[in-house]
């Protein structure tokens, strides 16, 4: 499976919407066990991101797809960066390109 870790901004209507954030996470981390993948962990952050969801998925695709449902619901946006474990790093370090 691969790793994501998505830094999560919210928009205005997000900010607006703010008391319903954790049932939007809820339904988010529901959304990637449904897609086969496993919810590591979601927090509320202070600093330059609201918060940041850290998950696995089966692929990027599905990742990507979870991903722009939860965007299009317009109460947030997202930075996301697809991460290596020591496995997979050593794994890319023997790839020729």
């Not at 954030?21 to 927090?43: D, H, L, N």
């Not at 997979?88 to 020729?96: G, H």
């Amino acid at each position: 499976m691969a790793t994501f870790l998505t830094e999560i901004r919210f928009t205005d209507a997000g900010l607006k919407a703010l008391p319903q954030s954790s049932e939007r996470a809820t339904a988010f981390r529901q959304a990637v066990e449904k897609a086969g993948g496993k919810m590591i962990g979601q927090y509320w952050a202070m600093g330059d991101c609201d918060g940041v969801a850290l998950f696995s998925a089966p692929s990027e695709e599905i990742a990507a797809s979870l991903l722009l449902g939860l965007t299009r619901q317009g109460f947030v946006r997202t930075n996301t960066m697809r991460l290596l474990d020591e496995d997979e790093f050593r794994r890319a370090l023997t790839v020729k390109s």
